[in-house]
């Protein structure tokens, strides 16, 4: 029995509903869908949900871990939110709020806008500092992934865009020859 799969994901103040495979999860922040698998069996009650399969093939107890992982994010995502945040180091390197979109100077011959998608907020407490909210765990880890791959960081000073909690393994430069 998967040990993940087999934990109930606990729901407070959120309201689930379930129809025809799709599963619907609304909270204060927003409301969230998901589309599962019909080997697996899912029961809603007041206080929890609980999910179970069929039988021991590999496929369902792939699914089985799975489907409560995702139903556990759509609800935490609902109640909490996701965020993520990510630092921009070098000289010169910045963002800034541009309406809803954001300005990048990274280093290149031209500045890159990015405008979030639908369900994202994008702050920027520093010029150096973004910070990215959602509800969407996948979404919310996706959008700070492509402001990352925008300058990833280098070995040899560390410039670029790392997330805050990333650590950037350093390489020494050319010493002088005799």
Same mark, same amino acid.
């Given at each position: 029995m998967s040990r993940i799969g087999k934990k109930p994901? /606990?729901?407070k103040d959120v309201t689930v509903t379930k129809t025809d495979g799709i599963i619907k999860v609304k909270g204060k922040l927003g409301e969230l869908?998901?589309?599962?698998? /019909?080997?697996?069996?899912? =029961?809603?009650?007041? =206080? =929890?949900? +609980? +999910?179970?399969? /069929?039988?021991?093939?590999? =496929?369902?107890?792939s699914?089985?871990?799975?489907?409560?992982?995702?139903? #556990?994010?759509? +609800?935490k995502g609902v109640t909490e939110g996701y965020q993520k945040s990510l630092d921009i180091?070098?000289?010169?390197?910045?963002?800034?709020s541009k309406g809803d979109a954001v300005l990048f100077s990274l280093g290149y011959s031209h500045p890159i806008y990015f405008i979030p998608p639908q369900g994202i907020k994008i702050e920027i407490p520093a010029p150096t500092q973004v910070k990215i909210f959602g509800i969407? !765990?996948?979404?919310?880890g996706l959008?700070?992934?492509?402001?990352?791959s925008f300058k990833k960081p280098e070995p040899y000073k560390g410039k670029g865009v790392k997330y805050s #909690?990333?650590?950037?393994?350093? !390489?020494?430069?050319k010493t002088a020859g005799k």
């Amino acid at each position: 029995m998967s040990r993940i799969g087999k934990k109930p994901i /606990p729901i407070k103040d959120v309201t689930v509903t379930k129809t025809d495979g799709i599963i619907k999860v609304k909270g204060k922040l927003g409301e969230l869908t998901v589309k599962v698998n /019909p080997n697996v069996n899912i =029961e809603v009650t007041k =206080e =929890e949900i +609980v +999910v179970t399969r /069929p039988d021991d093939s590999k =496929e369902n107890r792939s699914l089985h871990g799975l489907t409560r992982a995702l139903l #556990n994010n759509m +609800v935490k995502g609902v109640t909490e939110g996701y965020q993520k945040s990510l630092d921009i180091v070098g000289v010169g390197y910045k963002a800034e709020s541009k309406g809803d979109a954001v300005l990048f100077s990274l280093g290149y011959s031209h500045p890159i806008y990015f405008i979030p998608p639908q369900g994202i907020k994008i702050e920027i407490p520093a010029p150096t500092q973004v910070k990215i909210f959602g509800i969407d !765990k996948e979404l919310v880890g996706l959008i700070a992934a492509k402001i990352r791959s925008f300058k990833k960081p280098e070995p040899y000073k560390g410039k670029g865009v790392k997330y805050s #909690n990333e650590i950037i393994i350093r !390489k020494a430069g050319k010493t002088a020859g005799k």
